[in-house]
């Protein structure tokens, strides 16, 4: 058995990790379960799965959460702080690590483990949004082995040659016939409400997603399609694509998850019902196909499939990504600090929904080129970029 860490635990990526688990209780011994705040559910989770470590990012809730593991006996260790979960990511203890911690935070504990030559199962996006390049470089020197979990990269992935498959960050497209990369996306909760609305559209409206599960801030970025140019950008340093390569499709049903287009004019599908437990029991299950406890799509269902390019004039978020793809390292993570802070006052109602691209926009317009020389140097790129869209939103943004 496999010794799984699993950052993010109580989000829902997390769920769908541990009920694919639940489906093969063979295949890992659930070493570490991380996460933030949620004490009452990384408790449930202990009592259920009896971890033999347990990380709290907050201070507080790793102290509420030592108590009540110590008033019910379970032997489960809480680490101390993020000093000793990285020691530990890094150590002999665990051999595979679920890496869905959302937002830039979860960049420090997945890099540790590449650094380490782990087996990466890579759902926080943000990891390669933020360091691209200096991610992947981490990766080819210590022989991690990367899986993309996110449904539109794995289904990518499933579509590609085995040759392509072991030189993800480094693959050579064209070698293998092919042409171009299909990234779909549904296109959120508002494809056909009328622009001319759009400031009013509310929180609840906007995580309200028409097909996937998913936590406030991804629905979010959903119904802004940021969260498809945040999946660009992982595409491009995954698959080692030219602009010319990736292409975004509007798919309003959300059943076929990306496409790989050939030079022979074959366009190869995965299809599949919206549920993440699909792609991560097939990178838990080292592509051997195992139980997901998902049903297959039924193809009798479903009225038709449907395609459309996007408008940006709708998705302003998804082009200011896509140009900050190819400006590098220090616009993708200025972009995706901004956009977690615009969202985060937006679920606040500090802020409108059309004001998350503005904000965006001009904390992008805020900073020059920058060459980017380290995992620190991001950090403090990204820090900088929170703070001066946090100081816009009290000058100029609030409701």
Known sequence: MKKLAILGATGSIGASTLSVCRFNPDLYDITLLAASVSVDKMFELCLEFKPTYVS??????????????????LSCQVLDDEASLLQLLASDEIDSVMAAIVGGAGLKSTLAAVQSGKEIFLANKEALVMSGALF??????SGAKLWPVDSEHNAIFQALS???????????????GVSKILLTGSGGPFLERELDTFSLITPAQAVNHPNWSMGQKISVDSATMMNKGLEYIEARWLFNTSAEQLQVIIHPQSVIHSMVQ?????????????DMRVPIAYVMGGKARIDSGVPPFDFFSSKDFSFA???????????????ACYEGQHATTRLNAANEVAVEAFLENKIKFTQIPQLIE????????????????????DAEAKLQAMKLIKRDFLC
């Open 136 to 141: 992947v470089e981490a990766a080819s020197r």
């Open 162 to 176: 085995p040759t392509l498959q072991q030189t993800i960050g480094v693959c050579d497209l064209p070698a293998e």
């Open 309 to 323: 390019e996007p408008d940006y004039n709708r998705y302003p978020c998804l082009k200011l990504a896509i140009d």
């Open 362 to 381: 001009q904390v992008l317009n805020l900073s020059g080129n920058q060459q980017v020389e380290s995992i620190d140097h991001l950090f403090e790129i």
């Open 262 to 274: 050939y030079k022979d004019g074959s366009v190869i599908a995965q299809i599949g019902n919206p």
């Open 56 to 73: 709290m990012s907050d201070q507080h809730a790793r102290l509420a959460l030592f108590h009540l593991l110590q008033n019910s006996q």
